[in-house]
């Protein structure tokens, strides 16, 4: 059979998880994210629900990820990325280009 679903603001349908399946473990954190997650109390999470209540942690872990590649990028652990250390993460060129001037275009920007 279809999987139920229910609008979402866009008017496209939004895939619910019906509460039982959730609700398998009673647990008092599950109980508490259930709330939090079913924003109209009606025993259903819309797909919707979930997106808005993970924007936090999106945008946490992207700040993350940028940070781990900054990190990478900063072969010396200097706070800075220096044409030396593109040199050691990724050689004197990347996709053709010296990074000599993929460094002075990105001061420049």
Known sequence: GASPTA????GAPSPKTP?????????DVLDQLFQVLDSNA???IY????LAATVDTRSQLRREAVQAAFNRLDADSSGGISVNDLRTVIGDTFEGVNVE?????????
């Open 47 to 50: 797909y919707s629900d979930f």
């Open 42 to 44: 009606d025993e259903q």
């Open 7 to 10: 609008p979402s603001p866009m």
């Open 19 to 27: 509460a039982s399946i959730m609700r398998r473990e009673k647990s």
């Open 101 to 109: 001037l993929l460094v002075k275009e990105a001061d420049a920007g």
